[in-house]
């Protein structure tokens, strides 16, 4: 199953104890140094390699602790810091000595993997054959949360439980959970994120989307929130920076945690995303952000709290939409029914096959129909809880009320005592990104719609309380006179709350949180037998799969993972050839208002790059992004791109609007990942005086 | 001065005498045949390329005046064949036998060159240093005249004097006139046309730009107006029609008639082109052409008669902008400053150069001051002619009245015994492309921003008329209820008409003709003037061009020029690279609504290109069009594309948008031409069925 075409490798988001297998076509792709070294999570480069939490990749560059990641992955820690006088996220922030780094505040995170182990008996250790599919699913999270927690009795460990090719194994991972991140350099916006909505996903590409951070933690080497005598962090690895960067056809690889891929989902799961999916998300998504930028045009502080969210809310537009283009214009669906209907004929070649995985089949066909009929009233429910942030406060004191009469380890994940301290850091947060106003037209949106769905298809205990609460106006108005929510005071007290306390409050929005759950607490019944189902049926599903098509990896779910490939262009239409490298020149010519609007002080040194040290002679200039062949995915996003060698050469920050839907499909003719090339970011310090870093960084003395 | 670099040569277009002397460099470049041979305008290639009258080139593709030329060189054609209800335009025309070819009307004319002689000596016979500027210009008209009338005594020959070099040469030029055109085969709008304005000047392009005409003449081989027993005409050369076509790199040339340039322009012109006359061009002709627009929506019949004013006026508007946005986007202005500046050191590094030149050009730029004075008024009134055909249709019945009364050889050019018969032809054809309404809205609009000038900046005959007829509305009321001019008897009865019944006459078209000529004729006075000071500056002008400047063709002036460079592709932006050659596939992938609406059975072929013999193994399908680095202008547009042996390859078509300031500065990085590939008119062909034209043509038995 490892013998890998050169082709083949390209696609793939390998687990580092697979790259040893691969050796041979590693090493004929261009990799310099020992596969097994690549194996090795404790040792360069894969040592160095960190996440940020779930939705960013970083990686440390220097023994101090100095972190490098993409300035969009930072963007919340630099609102922490921001207000309307004084946006840092806008001028961006460089500070001029180690006292000058700016605390990205109380929920800023940098996590170190330690250890990774199959756990995979332990967890299925008490389920049996027969055992019922809601029970299953009690059982498994039972043994995970075990698990979770034995390992956290460890100081400052965060462990999770991962499982990979569908649930037929899993990883008990261990990590060091680093509570003092403080912005070192960021750039402006303006280089940043140049180009913005315009610019996202396409190519060329002209984006300074890097940042530096650095961990700190106690004086006595244990991590520790933030404290102004904390000292910096001494990973046990960091990344030896390239000035040398890389040429069109050189070999790259990348480290990072990509999020999550849907590569082997089946071809009705692709047909209701097409169909129906993503275009309900473009247009609701869609709404949302006209709303929050109708608000941010209103008030400057606004906009600096709402940026985050209008940008993810773009982002994702843009990539629902760039799938549904890539299913029109490419055969994605074809190759995607194509493969099912040889999974299909492989079923039925065979008695014993048919026997074993034809209900397998069956029986997932109808949990997606079933899915499929449940999908608005999902959508236009628990949308309200990352839409409104006063709800979602209330609603998670209920459920940390609820879960708190239960043992810790019978608690659902996400309400045990291990989440407390990162729950309270995110209200404490909240202060510098509420935003009433938005907060009340983004619920009103989704009420409204909710409001819309024929009867039966709407959640119950939400009709019935808005019923009681005057309609849609009359919820509104109730919700939003003076929201106590909306103070930090009133946000603390929801931690202290208990069951009866809320059930029996008049503060709408208490009475609404326990309306709420009690129509997902029904759901969440449903969706855990669902879960069971899975976990019973998916194993035999990826088995079909692995028997009846070439199968290596398992689909990303946030773990690290290393993807390899090859600097180069792509032909995005005819008679168009896209080069993979672009210039400070390029950047310069796009150079005019919002947002181009690149800072004076780098255009006037444009013209001087052949004097930089990280002028390319090939270019002849300074480059500033490039794209390669390799895998990725969102959760990628920071990760460090490394040469042939193992060394620092970039950031990668994006994947191309022409194969977005990579996701589900890789297509090796199309699929790239665009990067910061290091050169760029080593030449927008030199530009800025920040000899220090540079220093830090190894490339100069 | 004719030592040049290979990078040079691309730019030049070249005088056929002049190829001889450039042999190495041609041979160098790539030239296959005798240098000698293609200064032979009687031999073949030159032989076979002939002139479509002034605005398109054209070329002999077999024995039987066959001819090859662009599908919008044809427009005018296929209008005098279309109604609403049969749009030969739209549909596309195949003439399955020769007695199906269809007549395109009596304006329709193939000029075929048969001797070209300098007359320079003869033009300024009685021009003395000390003559005066009107009577200057006066001379070498009266010259040019009797040069014209000389040779026109031969039967159905054309002759024409042009200068060459600001007016240093003068060549008499006698063609034969062919009067039977008749269209052979025309791809529908949709393929012809394809991408329409959207495409217009872009690259990748996939436009079919060709149409194939027949010249037919008297049995007795003279030229003849349409006669349906006319028969072929018999070139004396035609060209060879490559299947084989042309690769990335390869050597190729293009003979045709390019219209003008101004590559030897003062700095002063290109200023004022880019602060004035090129915006104001673009809002005036942009207003026109919405309102021609709106006035096509409304009915059909409309659209098929103004499309070819709005095809002119879109590429028009586009040209301008894509002037304007070279003039900000590359280095031409300060190229053409730097020139200058060197030109000026050159005058006034030496007493002797300062003395003679520096005259020379303080007037000259006193007469360009004169000029952008009145540019507003001329404008606004001359404008006029050619947005209100019936204004036209009046005023050249009224000067051909006033010029009768002179001998012939006195008369001004263009109203000579010898137009006469032109001038009836277009009488005529006007039945098939006049629309009344959208006249109105033209004249409107011309006398509307006419009367928004300062007084003293009118035309005051024109104020006056317009005063004594009842302001704006009551002039328009008057010219347009029932208008006499709107019909073929009207249009020819100012044919017969003399001055006296003109100036007596209360017809409203008739009198404002008077007073637009009453205000037209003065400033002919004073433009006389200018053009006998330019005769006597521009030979002294282009003296000092020559002596402070690399310097070696003559400005375009629609004489035949042969051009050369090679297949090359182009970088329009940072990490952006354009391939030389499209495909058919690509033509598939942009189909779509209009104008992006290729036909079916076309798209229905395009996955069978690799059973034609036209597919290209490199490029891995039939190819569509191609770029070259060689220089072409308007005027260029159907001329023959020849390979390094003189075979066609293809028709030029287009320049590059991002080059579109090549008119005034020739950029070897970024100036290319367009070409439709001959293999895709050869694919076409196949598509259609139309075996007897690909076997007239030579590639098939």
Redesign the interface.
């Known amino acids: 199953m490892l013998i890998l075409s050169l082709l083949l490798a390209d696609e793939g988001m390998w687990m580092p104890e697979q790259l040893p297998e691969m050796a041979d076509t590693l090493n004929e792709m261009g990799l310099e140094i020992p596969a097994e070294q690549l194996a090795d999570t404790s040792a360069q480069p894969l040592g160095s390699i960190v996440s940020l939490g779930g939705y960013c990749s970083a990686s440390f560059l220097s023994p101090d602790g100095l972190i490098g990641t993409n300035h969009h992955c930072v963007s919340g820690l630099l609102q922490v810091n921001s207000t309307a006088e004084n946006n840092v996220g806008e001028t961006g922030y460089l500070a001029a000595t180690r006292a000058d780094e700016l605390s990205g505040g109380p929920g800023a995170r940098v996590f170190v993997v330690e250890a990774i182990e199959d756990v995979t008996e332990a967890v299925n250790a008490k389920v049996r054959k027969w055992t019922k599919d809601g029970k299953r699913y009690e059982l498994v999270e039972r043994a995970k949360k075990e698990l979770i927690a034995e390992c956290e009795t460890q100081p400052n460990r965060r462990c999770q439980v991962s499982p990979y090719y569908g649930g037929q194994e899993f990883r008990l991972i261990t990590k060091l959970e680093i509570q003092d991140i403080r912005i070192v350099y960021a750039p402006p916006d303006s280089v940043g994120n140049y180009g913005d909505e315009i610019d996202n996903w396409m ?2 590409r ?1 984006s300074g989307d890097f940042a530096l951070l650095r961990a700190y933690v106690a004086s006595d080497g244990s991590s520790a929130p933030y404290a102004e005598d904390n000292v910096p962090y001494q990973p046990p690895s960091h990344l030896k920076v390239s000035a040398e960067g890389v040429q069109d056809g050189d070999f790259v690889m990348v480290a990072g945690y990509p999020g999550g891929t849907y590569r082997y989902r089946t071809s009705r799961n692709l047909r209701f995303a097409h169909e129906v999916r993503y275009p309900e998300y473009i247009d609701f998504i869609g709404t949302a952000k006209g709303l929050m930028e109708a608000e941010s045009a209103r008030d400057p502080e606004a906009a600096a709290r709402l940026a985050a969210p209008i940008g993810w809310m773009g982002n994702s537009t843009k990539y629902f939409t760039g799938n549904l283009e890539n299913f029109e ?1 490419t055969d994605v669906v074809q190759r995607k029914e194509a493969d099912w209907a040889e999974t299909m004929a492989w079923v039925e070649s065979d008695r014993v096959n048919t026997k074993i995985y034809g209900p397998v089949f069956e029986e997932l066909d109808e949990l997606d129909a079933e899915s499929e009929r449940d999908f608005k009233r999902s959508m236009y429910t628990e949308s309200a809880l990352w839409m409104s942030s006063l709800l979602s406060v209330a609603h998670d004191g209920y459920r940390f009320a609820v879960e708190r009469e239960k043992p810790d380890l019978e608690r659902d994940r996400g309400f045990q005592d291990r989440d407390a301290e990162r729950h309270k850091a995110g209200l404490e947060r909240m202060e510098d990104s509420l935003w009433v106003p938005a907060d009340r037209q983004l619920l009103e949106l989704v009420l409204t719609r909710h409001k819309a769905l024929p009867p039966e298809q709407q959640a119950a205990p939400l009709t019935a309380w808005m019923e009681t609460h005057g309609g849609l106006e009359g919820s509104l108005t109730a919700l939003y006179d003076e929201p106590s929510l909306a103070t930090l005071e009133g946000r603390m007290a929801t931690l202290e709350m208990d069951r009866e306390a809320y059930e029996s409050s008049d503060d709408p929005w208490l009475s609404l949180a326990v309306a709420f759950e009690s129509y997902l607490s029904e759901k969440r019944v449903r969706d855990e037998e669902r879960k069971g189902a899975m976990l019973r049926l998916m194993p035999l599903y990826m088995d079909a799969l692995k028997a009846s098509r070439e199968y290596v990896y398992p689909d990303a779910n946030n773990t690290l993972r290393v993807t390899v490939g090859h600097v180069k ?1 792509y032909s995005p ?11 400070v ?3 310069v ?2 150079a005019g208002e919002d947002p181009f609007d690149a800072p004076e002080r780098f255009v006037a040194e444009a013209p001087n790059t052949k004097d930089s040290s990280y002028f390319d002679e090939n270019l002849g200039d300074v480059p500033v992004n490039f794209l390669s062949t390799l895998d990725s995915t969102g959760g990628n996003s920071g990760s460090a791109t490394l040469n042939s060698k193992g060394e620092l050469v970039g950031f990668l920050f994006d994947g191309n609007y022409e194969a977005m839907s990579a996701d589900w499909l890789f297509d090796p003719v199309l699929t790239r990942s665009i990067h910061v090339d290091a050169r760029y970011m080593l030449w927008l310090l030199e530009v800025e005086g920040a000899d220090h870093l540079l220093t830090e960084l190894g490339v100069t003395e």
């Open positions: 190519w060329p002209h214009t262009g239409r005819d008679a168009v050839w896209y080069r993979p490298h672009t210039t020149a390029g950047m010519a796009k």
